[in-house]
């Protein structure tokens, strides 16, 4: 039998795997600004759902793997899912009670503080600034919270994940 400890960490290693290759897949250019934060929207989920087993360490790798494939400045989505995750952490035992529809008001709020960070972290370093349709990914990202929350819960049953 597996130890308890170690139950279901394929399953979220594979959840964070195939959120980080949603980030990378191709899309048009045109429809490239409505991509949602599959990345920062599953470890939102996880850290939500099993707190001691994914925090601000996890997203941080995760994050400086985000940078990797998307070419991104190295440590810039790191640092934007870190705090993520420790903002997630200090307030999942509140948010965990909450309807659905109020946790994607919630997530939506965090996507849209990720959002800025990026887009202050692109300023600091000299890139044009973004256009407003830049923010409507968090508000996409909200609205898919009650469908990836639905689902990850389903998959986490499943598989025993604790």
């Known amino acids: ?8 960490g394929l399953v979220i290693f594979l959840s964070v795997f195939l959120a980080l290759a949603l980030a990378v897949l191709p899309m048009p250019e045109s429809l ?30 995760v994050g400086i793997f985000l940078d990797i494939v998307t070419g991104s400045l190295l440590g810039q989505h790191a640092m934007s899912l870190s705090i993520l995750a420790f903002i997630t952490l200090k307030t999942h035992r509140r948010v965990r009670i909450f309807p659905v529809w109020q946790q994607a008001i919630f997530v939506a709020a965090l996507l849209l503080l990720d959002r800025l960070f990026m887009t202050w ?30 689902v990850l819960r389903d998959i986490r049953r499943r598989f025993h994940v604790s």
Not at 1 to 8: L, Q, T
């Open 1 to 8: 039998m597996i130890p308890s400890i170690h139950r279901g």
């Open 32 to 61: 490239h600004i409505y991509r949602p934060q599959w990345v920062a929207l599953v470890l939102i989920y996880w850290c939500m759902a099993v707190p001691e087993r994914v925090g601000v360490g996890t997203s941080f790798v």
């Open 121 to 150: 972290m692109d300023g600091a370093i000299g890139l044009p600034a973004k256009d407003s349709s830049f923010f409507i990914a968090p508000l996409i990202g909200g609205l898919l919270w009650p469908w990836l929350y639905i």
